[in-house]
C-alpha cells in the first residue's frame, strides 16, 4: 500500500472517530439536560401527589357522628327574635272548683286551671300589624278555628278534632302570650307551626284572636259613629226587587 493510500484511509479513521465523539458529546448533553429537566419538576411531582393525597384521605365526620355537629359557644344569645320569645305560660297546679250555680256544668265539677303568663305584646298594636295578623289567621288557624275563632272551621266541619273556642271564659282570660306559645311549640291535636309563622307573625296573630274574641262581645255603645252606621246597614232588611222595578204597580 503507498503511502498516499494509508494516508487517506488514516484521515477516514480520523472522521469516524470525531463524528463518533461528536454523538458522544450530544448523548451526554442530551442526558444531562434531560436529568436537569426531571429535577426541576420534582418538587411539582411533590407537590401535585401531596395535594391529591390530601383530598383523597382527607378526615371527615360520619353523619351523626360524636362531634359531626357544630355546638355553640357557651352564653351564645340568639339574635332577632329574642324579645319576641317570653317565657313559657305557667298553669297552676290545682283546679278551682266549680260552684253547683255555673249553668252547663255538672255539681262536683271542676274547672279548667287557669293560665298564667306574661301578657301584652312586645310591640306597639296599629292596624297594619292587625291586617297582618288577620292575614295569617286566615291562611295557618282558619281551616280549623273558623272565621270567628268559634272551633267551626271547614276542617272540623268534615269531621276533624274541634278546638276549643276563642270565646271560652278560661281562654278569654289567658294572657297573650298563652297563644304564642301554643303556636310554639303546639298544644293537643294542634301542632307546632314555627315552620309556618314566624315569631313577630305569631304575636300578630295572637293580636288578631283578641280582636276575635272583642268583636263578639263589644258593647256597640262604645263604638265609634262610622261602625255604629256599619252595623245599622248590616243589620237593616234589604228588599228585594222583581222585573227591576219598585214602583208601586210595576208590572
Known sequence: MSKVE????????????????????????SRQAFLI??????PFAFLSAACR???????????????????????TVA???LDLNPSAPKVTAQAAPVSAATPGVTAGATAPAAITGEDGFPFKVSKEILDRGESRYNISCLPCHG????????????GFRRPPSYHDPRLKAAPSSYFYDVMTNGFGAMSSYTDQLTPEDRWK???????????????????GEDDKKKITEAAAPKTETKGGNNAPGGH
Do not use: W
Open 6 to 29: 494509508k494516508s487517506k484511509v488514516k484521515s477516514k479513521k480520523s472522521k469516524g472517530k470525531s463524528m463518533e465523539d461528536i454523538l458522544t458529546r450530544k448523548g451526554r448533553n
Open 37 to 42: 429537566f426531571a429535577f426541576c419538576l420534582l
Open 205 to 223: 296573630v295572637a293580636a288578631y284572636i283578641r280582636v276575635l274574641q272583642l268583636s263578639q262581645r263589644a258593647n256597640v255603645a262604645e263604638l
Open 79 to 81: 339574635r332577632g327574635s
Open 147 to 158: 272565621k270567628l275563632g268559634d272551633g267551626n272551621g271547614m276542617i272540623v266541619q268534615r
Open 53 to 75: 393525597q390530601d383530598m383523597h384521605d382527607n378526615p371527615r365526620y360520619e353523619a351523626n357522628e360524636d362531634g359531626a355537629n357544630r355546638q355553640l359557644p357557651e352564653g
